[in-house]
């Protein structure tokens, strides 16, 4: 069984055709009956991402509110969500210390560690962390988190 843990920049790619779209469409179909976790702050995070690339590309208000009610129906029937409690702020501000993080990939972090200690408790194999966003993936390894890119996958 595999795990994986997607920050935005990943899951933002399942509603848009861009580049990496069809490797995280393809990992969901893989990954049916296996864990996909995703932050809570990705619900809001996401949805800022989806109202960004709408006004960017001139889209409809109607296509776009689609595209956030099917991101908030996925949050129920495909992701696991890891909550943000006051555990996951003080690890990332911890994180902060580290690395040259902003609030929101430090919150995703230390996110995708927690899940990847709770995949561990039962399964052998970590939670992968797929991430767009190279500087984040270099602390995540730095962290000891398996990772992947899926703009590697055109």
């Known amino acids: 069984m595999d795990g ?5 920049s990943a899951i933002i790619k399942y509603y848009f055709s861009e ?4 490797f995280i469409v393809n990992l969901y179909s893989r990954a049916k009956g296996r864990d996909v976790f995703i932050s809570q702050a990705s619900r809001v995070e ?4 989806i109202c960004r690339k709408a006004r960017e590309q001139g889209m409809p208000i109607i ?10 129906k996925d949050c ?20 902060c210390r580290a690395y040259r ?5 430090a919150v995703q972090l230390a996110c995708a560690i927690n899940v990847n200690k709770k995949v561990l408790t039962y399964q052998a194999s ?22 992947d890119n899926p703009d590697n996958y055109p």
């Open 126 to 147: 970590p939670a992968i962390f797929i991430c767009a966003d190279k500087k984040l993936l270099e602390f995540a390894c730095a962290e000891g988190l398996t990772t």
């Open 101 to 105: 993080l902003r609030a929101y990939d």
């Open 63 to 72: 296509d776009r509110d689609k595209l956030i009610d099917d991101f908030r």
């Open 19 to 22: 580049t990496g779209h069809f």
């Open 46 to 49: 996401v949805v800022a991402t």
């Open 76 to 95: 129920k029937r495909i992701y696991g969500t890891e909550q943000v409690t006051n555990a996951i702020y003080a690890a990332a501000g911890d994180l």
């Open 4 to 8: 994986y843990f997607l920050d935005t």
